[in-house]
C-alpha cells in the first residue's frame, strides 16, 4: 500500500454522508485508500464509530481502508481494526504505552502500522524506532475534527522526520492528515510528505476524482528531492 517512492491521496470519509456511504466510497474510487478516522470521545472529543463499522466498510469499500485510531486503548484495540479488514492501521504514540510492540502486533497480522503525532508531539523521540514502522501520521491540525485549516508550523516536522528516513535509507512513508487542499499539498510535498489525507477539499468539491486526480499531480509535481 505505501512506499515513498509514491505519492498516495487517502481521502477521509469524516466528511462524506454517511446515509449514502456506499456510493461515497464509489466517488472516491481512484484514490489509492479511504482514510477512515476512529474516534472514542475520549482521546479526542468526538465520536465515530468502532471495530463493526470498519468492517462493513472494508466488505463495501472499493479501494484499501486506513484507519486512524484516535482512541485511548490502541495497545488493546488496535489489532482488531486489522482483523476487521483495514489494510493499514495508524495508532497515536500519545496514547501507547508499548508502541513497538503493538507496531510488531499489526505487522504480524499483515497490514501496515502508522504511527501518529498530535501537533505539539515532537518527532524526535521516535527517531531511533523510525525503522519499526510503515508510516508516521503528522497531524497538520489537531485530531478530532473534519474541517480544521493547516497548521504549517508542522512543516518543519516533516522535514525533520523525511531527513532521518532519507539518511538511513529506510521504507517509511509520511503521512500529513488536516487541512490538506490544493492550497497546502504543494509545502506539504516539498517539505517530504508522500501520503495525504484530504477530507472537505475532496468531499465538497463537484467532481470528487477529478480533485483526487488533480490533488496527486500537484503532489507529484512538488516532490521532496
Known amino acids: 500500500m505505501y512506499s515513498t517512492s ?4 487517502h481521502p477521509s470519509i469524516l466528511n462524506c454522508d454517511f446515509m ?77 504505552s508499548a508502541p513497538v510492540r503493538l507496531a510488531r502486533e499489526l505487522r504480524a497480522k499483515g497490514v501496515k502500522a502508522g504511527v501518529a503525532l498530535r501537533p505539539a508531539t515532537p518527532v524526535e523521540p521516535l527517531m531511533d524506532i523510525l525503522g519499526e514502522f510503515d508510516m ?46 490544493r492550497t497546502t499539498i504543494e509545502s506539504a510535498a516539498e517539505a517530504g510528505a508522500n501520503v495525504f489525507v484530504a477530507g472537505s477539499a475532496v468531499y465538497k468539491a463537484p467532481d470528487a476524482a477529478a480533485e483526487i486526480d488533480a490533488l496527486r499531480a500537484l503532489a507529484r509535481a512538488h516532490r521532496h528531492a
Open 6 to 9: 509514491t505519492t498516495t491521496i
Open 20 to 96: 449514502q456511504i456506499g456510493s461515497e466510497l464509489d466517488r472516491i474510487n481512484n484514490a489509492e485508500a479511504a482514510h477512515i478516522d476512529i474516534m472514542d470521545q475520549h482521546f479526542v472529543p468526538n465520536m465515530t464509530f468502532g471495530v463493526s463499522m470498519v468492517e462493513q466498510i472494508a466488505k463495501r469499500s472499493p479501494i484499501p481502508l486506513d484507519a486512524h485510531l484516535m482512541i485511548d486503548s490502541p495497545d488493546r484495540d488496535a489489532v482488531a481494526y486489522a482483523e476487521a479488514g483495514a489494510q493499514s492501521v495508524t495508532f497515536h504514540v500519545e496514547a501507547s
Open 136 to 181: 508516521l501520521l503528522v497531524m497538520t491540525v489537531e485530531p478530532g475534527f473534519g474541517g480544521q485549516s493547516f497548521i504549517e508550523s508542522m512543516l518543519p516536522k516533516v522535514r525533520r522526520a523525511r531527513k532521518a528516513i532519507s539518511e538511513r535509507n529506510l521504507e517509511v512513508s509520511i503521512q500529513v492528515d488536516g487541512g490538506i487542499s
